[in-house]
């Protein structure tokens, strides 16, 4: 059972994602329509894997490996490599934007084309 301050503090949390939401909504590059679909494809594919997805649409370096069927030391060699796949980290947590995976994914489907 919740305590009165756990809940607010509940309350707050939720008011603060939701207002987090809204300004990423907002702030969000315009994409193309392959593109959208390729980030929604992939938000699936998290949601069914378990995989966590911030608010702003990250996921750390594991998750991003396995949605793009490579080994998590592939990607660290990427960086290393300075590849182009674009990385944010915090600490020593590795992150990728799913719109930059989308990305790296529907510029693998037109080399293959």
Not at 20 to 44: F, N
Request: glycine letters at 4%; proline letters at 4%.
């Amino acid at each position: 059972m919740m305590t009165d301050e756990a809940r607010l503090l509940a309350e707050q949390l939720d008011r603060i994602e939701a207002k987090v939401d809204r300004l990423m909504a907002e702030r969000a590059p315009v994409q193309s329509v392959d593109q959208t679909d390729t980030v929604s494809m992939l938000r699936m594919e998290c949601a069914e894997r378990g995989m966590i997805l911030t608010a702003d649409g990250r996921i750390v370096e594991d998750d991003a490996a396995a949605l793009l069927g490579k080994a998590p030391q592939t990607l660290a060699n990427w960086r290393a490599e300075k590849r182009p796949l674009p990385f944010s980290k915090i600490g020593r947590t590795v992150t990728y934007h799913l719109q930059d995976l989308a990305a790296f994914l529907d510029g693998a489907k037109k080399i293959d084309d």
